[in-house]
């Protein structure tokens, strides 16, 4: 994202986030399949984005490399695209996720545009808001805050993660940030671990660069929000889940037994082919004469580029993958294990008490996208990293 600058500009870009592949073998819980599949989409996806059910039984798909927003019927046969590319009312630039914020009404993450949109039961576009927060603060990437969701409540609050790079340098932990869209108050819920990073810094003066990436498969923690403002925590030191609840005491399970899985070269290649599949999240921060301009964009890399050997991996994976943490219509957190190369996914589950409950073993080449009302969808990759959106029966 490197762009030519007058002389009154400078430039901080973020690489995508990493997200580690799986990690064990399921100790506490049952071990079950996902049974047969109920539902299936026939045209691909460049990537599922972000899903949500509608009460109707449709869904919505925002599908950022393709630069589409759809609408499904219940059976997923048939689509309806929603909206159009550009910059004005009931438009979009790269449709990256979609949240539900109560009833029918959804979030539109338009991260071309750098704005949050909401998505009306009829599924019209409208109230969009920024995504970067008046006034910045945080101490956060340029001073800024930036509320990209990785949840949302029942409520329409946005929930987020402060920036774990600041002027300061990177931090090894970050807040966890509730956002009331209606008044633009900010709450903390909770601190967690971010994933580590590295920084390189190149130009000086008002002409400057800098480049921060996550390390491989680095441990942190991972978080998800249930509709009641609940929070779901994993932590990584002792692989333990922690339930916050939208008030009253912090609930903390019993550390989950797993077993540590080195990493060799298949889990390195993996976890590339992984990155260049869903690529990452790029933000350019430019400020001319005195003026800030946010540009973002998810962009995909090639698979198996590079010298892996050359990277700084840690010795074993962390427990669970550095994913959110789903949550489904009954209030459970999903949390996906950090297994060997070449394993199916598999998924612990646990109540609002943070006790694993059970884990679910997905079909070969199959991970979590989303949840309705008594589904789970399911995102098939293929040969060709086109996916494929299925539907099954809650096991």
Same mark, same amino acid.
């Given at each position: ?18 997200? @580690?592949?799986?990690? +064990? ?29 509608? +009460? ?147 130009? @000086? ?24 403002? @609940? ?51 790029? *933000? ?72 694993? *409950? ?38």
């Amino acid at each position: 994202m490197n762009r030519n600058l007058s002389p009154r500009v400078s430039t901080v870009l973020i690489a995508g986030a990493i997200l @580690g592949p799986t990690a +064990a073998t399921p100790i506490g819980g049952q071990e079950v399949a996902l049974g047969a599949r109920s539902a299936a989409h026939a045209e691909s996806f460049g990537l599922i984005g972000g899903l949500r059910e509608l +009460a109707s039984g449709e869904v919505l798909v925002a599908d950022p490399l393709g630069g589409l927003l759809v609408r499904l019927d219940a059976t997923l046969r048939t689509a309806a695209t929603i909206g159009s590319e550009g910059e004005g009312p009931g438009e979009y630039r790269q449709p990256d996720a979609v949240w539900p914020i109560g009833a029918d009404s959804s979030l539109l993450v338009d991260l071309g545009n750098a704005r949050l949109t909401v998505i009306g039961p009829d599924g019209r576009l409208g109230e969009t808001t920024p995504i970067v927060l008046p006034g910045g603060g945080g101490g956060g990437m340029g001073g800024m805050m930036m509320a990209i969701p990785g949840g949302t409540d029942a409520a329409g609050h946005v929930y987020f993660t402060g920036s774990a790079v600041s002027p300061a340098g990177i931090r090894d932990s970050v807040t966890l940030y509730r956002l009331d869209r209606a008044t633009g108050d900010l709450s903390e819920v909770a601190s967690v671990r971010a994933p580590a990073m590295s920084r390189q810094t190149s130009g @000086g003066g008002n002409n400057q660069s800098v480049r921060v990436t996550s390390i491989p498969l680095a441990t942190a923690d991972t978080w998800g929000v249930a509709p009641d403002g @609940g929070v779901f925590i994993a932590r990584e030191g002792d692989y333990s889940v922690q339930y916050v609840p939208p008030s009253g005491a912090t609930r903390q399970g019993d550390p989950v037994a797993y077993d540590p899985v080195r990493i060799g070269a298949d889990e390195r290649q993996e976890w590339s082919d992984e990155q260049a599949r869903s690529g990452g999240v790029g *933000v350019a921060v430019q400020e001319v004469n005195g003026r800030r301009q946010v540009t973002m964009s998810r962009g995909r890399g090639a698979a198996g580029s590079g010298n892996l050997d050359e990277l700084p991996w840690p010795a074993a994976k962390p427990p669970f993958a550095n994913a959110r943490i789903r949550v489904d219509a009954a209030g459970h957190g999903w949390v996906r294990r950090n297994l060997r190369a070449g394993r199916a996914a598999l998924y612990d589950v646990f109540d609002q008490n943070g006790r694993h *409950v059970r884990s679910v073993r997905f079909p070969e080449g199959r991970t979590l996208v989303g949840f309705g009302a008594s589904a789970i969808y399911v995102a098939y990759t293929d040969a060709l990293d086109q996916q494929f959106l299925e539907k099954y029966p809650m096991p």
